[in-house]
């Protein structure tokens, strides 16, 4: 299994960014995948996740409203649009697969990780 995020980037407070999680290994169908970001100096928290066989969808709720998760089955890869961005989202962002299939923002349910994409929120 590999998960390999991408879109990362320096964007101004207030822009739109959009992440990409590309799984190999894996069928989405079968795995809730999860968004989680780490700040400097913080501990890694659950963004976003979303369950590959109903495509319910969990948002943290400092993120409701501004982030939304999706999933494109045919191409094997999960995004998190981004919205109105703060320097608070500033973090290293990480997607990660649960073979659960249930809503889940819980990190020792997640088997799976990515590297990480660096999101920097900026003037």
């Known amino acids: 299994v590999q998960l390999v995020e991408s879109g990362g980037g320096l964007v101004q407070p207030g822009g739109s960014l959009r992440l990409s999680c590309a799984a190999s290994?894996?069928?989405?169908?079968?795995?809730?995948i999860g968004w989680f970001r780490q700040a400097p100096g913080k501990e890694r928290e659950g963004v976003a996740c979303?369950?590959?066989?109903?495509?319910?969808?969990g948002y943290a709720e400092f993120v409701k409203g501004r982030f939304i998760i999706s999933s494109d089955h045919a191409k094997n890869t999960v995004y998190l649009r981004m919205n109105n961005l703060s320097p608070e989202d500033t973090a290293v962002y990480y997607c990660?697969?649960?073979?659960?299939?249930?809503?889940?923002?819980?990190?020792?349910?997640?088997?799976?990780w990515g590297q990480g994409t660096q999101v920097s929120v900026s003037s």
């Open positions: 290994g894996l069928r989405l169908d079968d795995y809730t």
């Open positions: 990660a697969a649960d073979p659960t299939s249930w809503t889940s923002l819980l990190e020792h349910e997640y088997d799976y």
């Open positions: 979303i369950v590959g066989s109903d495509l319910k969808t």
